[in-house]
């Protein structure tokens, strides 16, 4: 399976974009679904995830601005940004957990200018 995500790109402080993430075929029993950012010279850190129950986690640094989202029948994730800040330009992947793997996408850029 093949996580594609897109939607990243430049955008000014205050902007918003929209990532989306769609699996190259149907994952079965997928437990979690969910985002992470890498920042230059910074490790990986956890944005927000669903599970499959509908539970939904955010970093502090998120809440309030970003907003995840699935459509599970087409296997894709999204995750609204709102209110973006220069500390939000990172690196954006995407990840599904099902069962004991997890699957990761290629990674989308997103750029927030001051």
């Known amino acids: 399976v093949q996580l594609q995500a897109c939607g990243g790109g430049l955008v000014q402080a205050g902007g918003s974009l929209r990532l989306s993430c769609a699996a190259s075929r149907s994952i079965d029993s997928i437990n979690v679904m969910g985002w992470y950012r890498q920042a230059p010279a910074k490790q990986r850190e956890a944005v927000a995830s669903i599970t499959d129950s509908g539970n939904t986690y955010y970093a502090d640094s998120v809440k309030g601005r970003f907003i995840i989202s699935t459509d599970n029948p087409k296997n894709t994730i999204y995750l609204q940004m709102n209110s973006l800040k220069p500390e939000d330009t990172a690196v954006y992947y995407c990840?599904?957990?099902?069962?004991?793997?997890?699957?990761w996408g290629q990674g989308t850029q997103v750029t927030v200018s001051s």
């Open positions: 990840m599904v957990v099902s069962g004991s793997r997890d699957y």
